[in-house]
């Protein structure tokens, strides 16, 4: 009988440490961020996916508190600070925030001028589910995406008030903003117009591997787990 207690102890002693040593593993140590590295006063460097000390933000469009550089909000403080122009060429526009930020510059008289792949130049109220089914799965989904982010009350349909709070073609279109694409030639579009840049002032640049889309900066819209891909962002003075 003794030999019995003794065994059950022992298979009890045996499943706390288990069960200690699960805990253990579960708890991994917390990462040590580094401090920040000093910058060039005329050419600074962000990441989104920043882990330096103080490198945190709050995203605008999931709200979720993550560490990086707030890629979106860096370029929205450099057209706020535009005298005179803004000259823009991105491949893919889907930030409404940027957008409103350049239409608020418009309307204080500053010369705001944009150029787009022609694939994200169609307003959605002119493409139809037919034209969407009929593309790529990869260009059908961020169409999906971008109609899940914009309709606000989730009801599937896109009211007025919501394209204009967060549809960036229904935005830019309500100013005076020169908004053109790379078919303006006449051609269909090389397919090679990637360019990520800013030109304010015709005095600094902004040069960045994102788009000025939720993954590219922030993460998806879809997937609250998301970070957005690794992508950089310099500012040339």
């Known amino acids: 009988m ?14 706390l440490w288990i069960f200690w040593g699960l805990v253990a593993c579960d708890h991994s ?10 910058q060039d006063p005329l050419i600074k460097v962000y990441f989104n996916l920043n882990q330096a000390k103080g490198a945190d933000y709050s995203d605008p469009y999931r709200n979720i508190d993550r560490p990086g550089d707030n890629l979106e ?11 005179s122009t803004i000259d823009i060429a991105v491949q893919e ?3 409404p925030n940027i957008a409103k930020a350049l239409v608020k510059q418009a309307e204080k008289g500053i ?18 589910s037919q034209i ?11 169409y999906e995406q971008y109609i899940n982010f914009i309709d606000l009350n989730n009801d599937q349909i896109l009211s007025k008030k919501e394209l204009e709070e967060r549809d960036i073609l229904t935005i830019l279109n309500k100013d005076n903003i020169s908004l053109i694409d790379d078919t303006e030639d006449g051609s269909k579009g090389t397919g ?10 015709k005095k600094f640049i902004i040069v960045s591997s ?22 950089n962002l310099l500012k040339i003075e």
């Open 111 to 128: 010369e705001v001028r944009i150029i787009l792949e022609n694939t994200y130049n169609r307003t959605l109220t002119n493409v139809s």
């Open 132 to 142: 969407i089914s009929n593309i790529e799965p990869r260009e059908r989904q961020r």
């Open 93 to 95: 526009f889907r930030l």
């Open 2 to 15: 003794e030999k019995f207690y003794q065994k059950g102890w022992q298979f009890v002693g045996l499943l």
């Open 192 to 201: 090679l117009m990637h360019h990520k840049f800013i030109v304010i002032d």
């Open 73 to 83: 909000n860096i370029i929205i403080n450099s057209i706020n600070s535009a005298q």
């Open 29 to 38: 140590p917390e990462i040590q961020r580094s401090p920040p590295l000093p």
């Open 210 to 231: 994102a788009n000025f889309t939720l993954s590219g900066i922030h993460g998806d819209f879809n997937n609250e787990e998301t970070r957005g891909n690794a992508n």
